[in-house]
């Protein structure tokens, strides 16, 4: 068919349109494990070249699919005379050079295919490609005109980037992602600020310990005056400021700010609030480890800069240096109730160490408990998706009192005692519905206790005689009576409450990394459909006395 195809006059060629549709058929995806971003797996690269080799109406729709997305060194062996020679002096590690001169004439393939090429991925390797590309520069300075997205990540962190990196610089680039910090993304920020004008998304993602540089500029950021999202992953205590002029851009929209140790000072962490202070921003994300007057420092700037505009918040933080006797845990966050138009949260807290105590004593837990829910869904009346992750609540009423407080809560995710679910009369509640409810949660998900208590003969006995599991469903469909999924995971962080635990943290004497689910077991799995389906016939029986709303 294909051939037959190749053979057809022009006046009845395929349509465009059904030519790029037949070619979309062949495109199958795989995610990227570096950089979290979809590329064609090996088998879709082999039917593409297949289909752009059968016949030329088929090579343009089928080769742009293929080049979309290219790697770095494809691309420079597209060069005529490339060789690799040993680097003198490492066990690993190569020197790339031209044995041809680049012509016009031997530039025409090279030039073909990189005007393809949206989406540059640069993986990493031991090779130095700062000849070839200064060779290429003189004759090609901006070889990807069509280049839209850059993700870039090496080990040689004691090389020169500047020759790759200004071959990384198009009219349209929108996004760039390192995964590390040198002085060379400071010039290639320093160019793209003119010459790449649309680009509004950047990452420094460190992914290897030793990707820093102490004298990275965090003004040289400011001037990328259109950036809409900023996402810095930097051992901040090392950032330095005052090469640059320092800017205040107003467009951005989305900022992350990560690091992978405590600080001593956060002074970084205020010096980028204070270069977005005069933007609208609707995201922020921070992920460290503070100490707690710190914290509540940080969340005091952030929410009176962005009260009226902040949307989502996400925070995964490990609090170091409790002030014992001075503030609790809902002190530190108290902040957090200016956010009125936040619809998106995301909570994680530990605690850090905080100096010599007695570990069996003083565990280093952070409790949720029932009196802080009201305290911050009071303010919070628009929010739409919950997440939680700390020790554990008290029991079923703080996940009550949430029906109250967030009438349009869609998503909500938990830490729960599943074990301390209250009793309740079966046969009482089994015809006994709610006959009116503002509140509309879809999804719930109950990170559960990971331990023998729950996977034991006791708790399988409990689960054979439904017990638990149908006092959960009825407490669960009483309460949010338009539920749509359940789902039970587990943490082996959880830890069940004392009674009476005062809201103020207790000293602890080694971090602990905020909890990691876990996929759920088999038998979870099935707690989960048992409950759905108690559920799903609650529904039903409402939809037919019709008295659901």
């Known amino acids: 068919m294909m051939r037959s195809l190749s053979k057809m006059p022009s006046s009845t060629a395929l349509p465009t349109e059904l030519i790029e549709e037949i070619v979309s058929y062949m495109v199958d ?45 494809r691309l420079l062996q597209l060069l005529p005379g490339l060789d ?30 990189t005007s393809m090429v949206k989406t540059l991925v640069h993986h ?61 993304i400071m010039a290639y920020i320093s160019i793209i600020k003119d010459e790449a004008t649309m680009s509004d998304s950047l ?27 900023l996402h810095l992953f930097l051992d901040l205590s090392t950032v330095e400021t005052g090469a640059s002029a320092v800017s205040h851009p107003r467009h951005l929209k989305e900022l992350r700010l990560d690091y992978d140790k405590a600080l001593n000072t956060p002074k970084d962490v205020f010096t980028v609030l204070r270069i977005y202070r005069n933007s609208g921003v609707e995201s922020f994300s921070l992920q460290g480890a503070l ?6 420092r940080i969340l005091n700037a952030m929410s009176s800069q962005w009260s009226r505009t902040l949307t989502t918040l996400s925070l995964n933080i490990s609090i170091n240096q409790w002030p ?56 919070w009346h628009n929010l739409v998706d919950l997440e939680i ?40 509640h089994r015809n006994t519905f709610p006959l009116e409810s503002s509140h509309k949660l879809e999804s719930i998900t109950l990170m559960v206790k990971e331990g023998t208590d729950l996977e034991g003969t006791d708790f399988v006995s409990l689960v054979a005689r439904g017990s638990v599991i149908s006092r959960l469903a009825y407490l669960l469909d009483l309460t949010f009576p338009y539920l749509k999924e359940v789902s ?58 019709g008295t659901q709303l």
């Not at 031991?126 to 520069?137: E, N, P």
């Not at 100490?291 to 509540?296: A, F, L, S």
Request: hydrophobic content about 45%; overall charge positive.
């Open 29 to 73: 995806v795989q995610n990227d494990s570096w950089f979290q971003i979809e590329v064609l797996t090996v088998a879709s690269k082999r039917d593409l070249l297949s289909c752009a080799l059968s016949c030329t109406a088929f090579f343009g729709p089928a080769m742009r699919t293929l080049w979309s997305t290219a790697e770095l060194t």
């Open 84 to 113: 690799w020679q040993l680097l003198p002096g490492l066990v690993v590690g190569s020197s790339c050079v031209l044995t041809d001169e680049l012509t016009e004439v031997s530039l025409k393939r090279f030039d073909i295919y």
């Open 124 to 184: 990493g390797d031991w090779r130095d490609y700062t000849s070839v590309c200064s060779s290429l520069a003189l004759i090609r300075p901006r070889p990807l005109l069509s280049l839209k997205h850059v993700y870039f990540h090496t080990y040689r962190l004691t090389f020169s980037w500047s020759g790759e990196m200004m071959l990384m610089v198009s009219p349209v680039l929108k996004s760039a992602f390192f995964s590390f910090c040198s002085p060379s």
């Open 203 to 229: 990452t420094i993602s460190l992914t290897i310990p030793h990707a820093r540089y102490a004298n990275f500029d965090l003004a040289c950021i400011s001037q990328l005056q259109n950036l809409r999202f």
């Open 291 to 296: 100490q707690g007057v710190d914290i509540q």
């Open 324 to 379: 014992i006797g001075k503030e609790t845990f809902l002190d530190i966050i108290r902040p957090l109730r200016s956010l009125h138009k936040l619809q998106v949260f995301m909570g994680k807290f530990t605690l850090g160490p905080t100096g010599p105590t007695d570990w069996i004593s003083a565990p280093p837990v952070i409790y949720i408990t029932h009196p802080l829910i009201p305290d911050i869904c009071n303010a």
């Open 389 to 428: 992750r700390t020790d554990g609540f008290e029991n079923i009423l703080a996940v009550a009192s949430l029906a109250e407080h967030c009438p349009k809560l869609k998503r909500l995710s938990i830490p729960f005692d599943i074990l301390a679910v209250p009793s309740i009369d079966d046969v009482q």
């Open 488 to 545: 039970i995971r587990t943490t082996s962080a959880f830890r069940l409450p004392p009674n009476a635990l005062p809201l103020a943290a207790p000293l602890a004497t080694a971090h602990r990394p905020p909890p990691r689910p876990v996929p759920a077991r088999a038998g979870w799995k099935n707690s989960r459909n048992v409950i759905m389906d108690v559920i799903r016939a609650r529904q039903e029986a409402r939809r037919l006395k």
